[in-house]
C-alpha cells in the first residue's frame, strides 16, 4: 500500500524558517508529480508548490520568493524549505503525489507561525 509520511512541521516565531519533508513508502515506482497543499477546516485547500519528475517546479503566489521544493536524495522524498514564515502560513500542510494517473496524499503535518 502506498503512503506518503510528511515530517517536519512545528511551531515557530514570524520570520523564522522550517522544512518539511515527505517519503513514499509502498512503491519503488517514481512518482510523477509530487507536491505540498495546505488546508485550514472549513476553508479550500490550497496548492503551496509542486514538482515534476523532470525538475519543474511552480509555487502559488502567496509563497513565491518564499518557498522551495525540491526533490530529496533518496526516490521518491520531497522537500519544502518554507523562509520568512507569517502568522497566515499557520495551517495542516500535506503532501500529495501522482503515480499511474492515481493521486495519493499523506496524514498532513502542522505548521504553526506565532507573531
Known amino acids: 500500500q502506498v503512503q506518503l509520511v510528511e515530517s517536519g512541521g512545528g511551531a515557530v516565531q514570524a520570520g523564522e524558517s522550517l522544512r518539511l519533508s515527505c517519503a513514499v513508502e509502498?512503491?519503488?515506482?517514481?512518482?510523477?508529480?509530487m507536491g505540498w497543499n495546505r488546508q485550514t477546516p472549513g476553508k479550500q485547500r490550497e496548492m503551496v508548490a509542486q514538482?515534476?519528475?523532470?525538475?519543474?517546479?511552480d509555487y502559488a503566489d502567496f509563497v513565491k520568493g518564499r518557498a522551495t521544493i525540491s526533490r530529496g536524495d533518496a526516490e521518491n522524498t520531497v522537500l519544502l524549505e518554507l523562509s520568512s514564515l507569517k502568522p497566515e502560513d499557520t495551517t495542516i500542510y500535506y503532501c500529495?503525489?501522482?503515480?499511474?494517473?492515481?493521486?495519493?496524499w499523506g496524514k498532513g503535518t502542522p505548521v504553526i507561525v506565532f507573531s
Open positions: 500529495n503525489g501522482v503515480l499511474i494517473n492515481e493521486e495519493h
Open positions: 509502498g512503491t519503488i515506482l517514481t512518482f510523477a508529480r
Open positions: 514538482i515534476n519528475s523532470a525538475g519543474k517546479s
